[in-house]
């Protein structure tokens, strides 16, 4: 089971935190990701990293703005985002995949993220 929170409304420029806690964890081979869609269009994955060695990657637009990474909570990933746009406006997800394995079998309640001009 994933939980997402954080989100809510944010002023261009500004910055938000998503967080996912993963139970029961530990997920020692994982990767844990974050995905949003925005109405009318494609989810797009934006960030993920693999929790053995927490290497992270990043979709294009976000890069230099997003770090994705394991919290200080046991099992939990945070995606920061700092310089939000208005098109970073989606409903995000949280995500979950063991290793080896081709699509994401798990997966968190979406939470809305919108930014203000």
């Known amino acids: 089971q994933l939980q997402a929170s954080g989100g809510g409304l944010v002023e261009a420029g500004g910055s938000l935190r998503l967080s996912c806690a993963a139970s029961?964890?530990?997920?020692?081979?994982?990767?844990m990701a974050w995905f949003r869609q925005a109405p009318g269009k494609e989810r797009e994955l934006v960030a993920k990293?693999?929790?053995?060695?927490?290497?992270?990657t990043y979709v294009d637009s976000v890069k230099g703005r997003a770090t994705i990474a394991r919290g200080i909570a046991e099992d939990t990933v945070n995606l920061q985002l700092n310089s939000v746009k208005p098109s970073d406006s989606a409903v995000y997800y949280c995500a979950l995949r063991t290793l080896g394995a081709s699509t994401y079998q798990y997966w968190g309640q979406g939470t809305q993220v919108t930014v203000s001009s």
């Open positions: 990293i693999t929790w053995s060695d927490s290497r992270a």
């Open positions: 029961p964890g530990p997920f020692r081979t994982a990767v």
